[in-house]
């Protein structure tokens, strides 16, 4: 499926990225499944010496776990594939944020896929939990985070200070998300690094991140702001990491309306609370 298309649908289809992550889970599970299975069948003989009953209250223990991890693995996939907050889709992505993604690295390196692979079927897996919680912002608590990397390297004007010094001649996306941060009214910041954006972020206390960055800095960084709400879009290199490099603005746009209270809205509730 192509991009227009994933953008359309608001990403619910089972793209290749999200297959990765959730076929590497159901591989987590079957090898988990058979760990449980080996601890439990191996000391099967020796434990009815210490109580007939041992092996069966084991065997039903490691059962009631199984049942638990493919539970969470169920409401997981159902939640990325149905695109809804089927049950508490916001503790499921702490569960993939803090849980998933280090263990998904370690057997994505078993099964050979490669670091990048899992990060951006993880980033796919936390939009898709993102969207499922269907988290809205008014302008001001919306922040669009982005890299340094977007900005022309031949580019004079300093930015990371303040976007408004960006002069729009097109040399690079900047242009393009200043215009979108003056049409929709929603804050700007462009980083230098993870610390910086950390940084921004407890500065401008946002309510929901739409961030763009490499598959690394996306991860570290959606993490980093748990339990805040960070919609990541990865950036393109058509250049080589870090340099020139372009984003979909399409897509943020796109996001930006899905997590945008709108204008109508936030003055009616503020003419409620005056009047
Ligand atoms: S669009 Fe802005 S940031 Fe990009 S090169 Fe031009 S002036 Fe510099």
């Known amino acids: 499926m192509d991009e227009s298309a994933h953008i359309l649908d608001g990403g619910n289809a089972l793209r290749p990225q999200k297959r990765i992550f959730l076929g590497l889970l159901v591989v987590t599970c079957l ?11 191996v000391p099967y003989i020796g434990l009815t010496s210490l109580h ?32 809804r907050d089927l049950f508490f889709s916001r503790k499921l992505r702490g569960v993939v944020i803090k849980l998933l993604l280090p263990l998904m690295s370690g057997v994505g390196k078993l099964c050979g896929v490669s670091k990048d692979q899992v990060r951006r079927s993880f980033i796919e897996i936390n939009n898709q939990l993102v969207l499922a919680q269907h988290p809205r912002a008014t302008p001001d608590k919306l922040l669009l985070l982005m890299p340094h990397c977007l900005q022309f390297h031949e580019c004079q004007f300093r930015i990371t200070g303040s976007t408004l010094h960006c002069k729009r001649c097109g040399k690079c996306p900047i242009k393009g998300l200043a215009e979108l941060s ?27 991140i739409i961030a763009v960055a490499c598959e690394r800095d996306l991860s570290s960084g959606i993490q980093d702001s748990y339990p805040l709400p960070v919609y990541g879009v990865v950036n393109r290199r058509p250049h080589g990491p870090c340099f020139d490099t372009m984003v979909d603005l399409e897509r943020v746009e796109w996001a930006l309306k899905n997590f945008l209270i709108p204008n109508n809205e936030v003055q009616s509730s503020r003419f409620k609370v005056q009047s």
């Not at 041992?54 to 695109?83: H, S």
């Open 182 to 208: 003056e049409k929709y009214g929603v804050g700007l910041a462009v980083a230098t690094g993870g610390t910086l954006a950390r940084r921004i972020v407890v500065e401008r206390r946002p309510r929901l």
């Open 52 to 83: 007939p009953r041992l092996p069966l209250i084991l065997g039903t223990f490691f059962f009631v776990l199984l049942g638990l991890v493919f539970g969470i693995v169920f409401i997981l996939a159902f939640t990325v594939l149905l695109g």
């Open 31 to 41: 090898l988990f499944t058979a760990i449980l299975g080996v601890l439990w069948y």
